[in-house]
């Protein structure tokens, strides 16, 4: 099959399947307001804007916009002008909100910015800061599989066709020597796209016999007698790779950097607490979850899911580079060219004025 053909068709069960899920409220539900984040008495509005419109999934490798959101630091960056929240199940459908221009800026993981970036020629998003690394693991039933070796021929779920974690576990399969076909899932490994949610019961039910998938859903295979056969941080160089971006609409950006800088910085701040206060950042994570869902992790799944994912402002430009290289290896990619898909301006100047360093777009800024 040429590439561009597997590329549509990627693309196309990518975006389909979760905009039918998510019809009956739009591209994403909204996040319930608790009261938690209130605008502060005689704060003005930043670049005359009423709102701000931030998207995030609701999944701990997304855990600085859930401590942002639930601790205020997005709304106190942006006084008057009011932070609204939509949580998304998948990528797909945040790029197509952000491409409406429903959304303002989202918080997402590499493939789908690569994706959202590309079929746009490059004119719709940019990457302009980082957020997490980390945070996915290969978990089997130890009964089934006791080693590396033993996945062969085994069924591995992953979340969805051409997502951040399917295109590592082929990149992953195909560097062991077995030969599977990318759209249909079938060859030495078969692979099954499973949403997150149901993840949980094919595991239980044997229908699978293990899944690379982020967190909490690995520590919720782990609670139900899975052990990890491998951490995805362990195949990188530093065991450092780009799991969560900061993307933005470009529109958005050029018309109003002053609240783009304001998000960031408030992404920064809010970083730099959750690693000063792990316990208690993980705990807001929880509630946040708790206000957007209407059910918090327990302890046997937040406490490792939490412990795997590092929170950082660099986005690791270098890793999604590598990683778009993978779905390309794969077939689900043709080759891209990424240069400009980056726009690290605005958050080494927050940076710079916080006192850190700045980070690198691996060659990869918009000029």
């Not at 779920?157 to 399917?166: E, H, I, K, R, V």
């Not at 730099?272 to 792990?278: K, L, S, T, V, Y």
């Amino acid at each position: 099959m040429p590439a561009t053909t597997a590329l549509r068709r990627a693309l196309a069960v990518m975006a389909v399947l979760p905009l039918l899920t998510l019809a009956a409220c739009g591209y994403g539900s909204q996040a319930k307001d608790d009261g938690t984040a209130q605008v502060a008495a005689g704060a003005k509005k930043t670049d005359g804007l009423d709102a701000v419109r931030i998207g995030y999934f609701g999944n701990l490798t997304h855990g600085t916009a859930l401590v942002g959101n639930k601790k205020g630091f997005f709304q106190k960056e942006l006084g008057a002008t009011r932070a609204t929240y939509a949580v998304f199940n998948a990528g797909p459908s945040e790029i197509e909100a952000l491409n409406s221009g429903s959304l303002d800026i989202g918080f997402i993981g590499p493939s789908p910015a690569v994706n959202g970036y590309t079929k746009s020629g490059g004119k719709n998003l940019r990457i302009i800061g980082g957020s997490a690394s980390g945070g996915v693991k290969l978990v089997v039933n130890p009964d089934r599989v006791e080693s590396l070796e033993d996945v062969e021929g085994k069924r591995i779920a992953t979340p969805q066709l051409g997502n951040t974690q399917d295109v590592a576990f082929l990149n992953w399969a195909a560097e062991q020597g077995w030969k599977v076909d990318a759209q249909s899932g079938k060859g030495d490994v078969t692979v099954v796209r499973s949403d997150n949610k149901v993840t949980p019961d094919a595991f239980a039910a044997g229908s699978i016999d293990g899944a690379w998938v982020p967190e909490p859903t690995a520590s919720k295979l782990v609670a139900q007698g899975g052990e990890v056969l491998l951490d995805e941080a362990s195949l990188w160089p530093d065991e450092k790779f780009v799991i969560t971006n900061i993307i933005v609409r470009q529109e958005f950006l050029a018309e109003h950097p002053e609240a783009v800088e304001a998000v960031l910085r408030a992404s920064v701040e809010t970083n730099e607490w959750i690693n000063a206060h792990p316990d208690e950042a993980k705990a807001a994570a929880n509630e946040q979850l708790r206000t957007d869902s209407g059910k918090a992790l327990p302890a046997e799944v937040l406490d490792p899911a939490w412990e795997s994912i590092r929170f950082t402002d660099d986005p690791l430009a270098a890793t999604l580079d590598a990683q778009a290289e993978h779905a390309v290896k794969a077939g689900l990619l043709d080759e891209p060219d990424l240069t400009g898909i980056y726009d690290l301006t605005l958050l080494n100047e927050v940076l710079e004025a916080a006192g850190e360093p700045a980070v690198d777009d691996a060659g990869l800024g918009a000029e």
